[in-house]
């Protein structure tokens, strides 16, 4: 991936993309240029993924992710991370799934790491879950976890496999 992406990234940023490209290897990300209305954003054309990071929190981008995802024709994410990523701010993904049927954007979602070490992106709730992994974004319809318990571990997990990314990537 081009340097250039991560001179104007904050750390947290630049942490939290690594955290989803290690899922989609082998794929070799190129910057996004242009006026997507996104944040930061990289493309992962094997995978037909976009992945767009920024600290801000709110939910500012639905518009943008939307109308990204139909003019590119891919699925696209965005990592809203705050600037202390799961230890003072919750991280949440919005993701905009690229259909036949019309575009399906599912927000607020929360990294779950799995007990067979996949990644997901489950919502609050028990409502629809996407996998991210080497076929790209795969909608999940049931929630990958069985109880409670294993709901707590997994969000637990990926949480401070975030934190211990971001402490790695500020200290150099």
């Given at each position: 991936?081009?340097?250039m ?25 190129d ?11 990289v ?74 070490r ?14 991210i ?31 211990l ?8």
């Amino acid at each position: 991936m081009s340097n250039m992406i991560y001179e104007t990234l904050p750390t947290a940023s630049v942490a939290l993309m690594h955290y989803v490209l290690a899922e989609l290897e082998p794929d070799e990300p190129d910057q996004l240029y242009g006026n997507t209305g996104l944040p930061a954003a990289v493309d992962f054309p094997v995978h037909d993924v976009i992945v767009s990071v920024t600290p801000v929190t709110a939910r500012l981008f639905d518009q943008a992710l939307l109308r990204c995802a139909a003019a590119r024709q891919r699925d696209v994410m965005l990592i809203r991370h705050g600037f202390h990523p799961e230890t003072i701010d919750p991280v949440r993904v919005d993701v905009v799934l690229h259909s036949v049927g019309g575009p399906l954007l599912l927000t607020d979602l929360s990294f779950f790491r799995h007990r067979d070490r996949s990644l997901h992106l489950v919502p609050d709730d028990a409502g629809r879950s996407v996998k991210i992994g080497d076929g790209g974004l795969e909608l999940g319809l049931r929630p990958p976890w069985d109880s409670a318990w294993d709901r707590a571990a997994g969000l637990e997990s990926a949480a401070a496999q975030i934190v211990l990314a971001c402490r790695r990537r500020n200290r150099g």
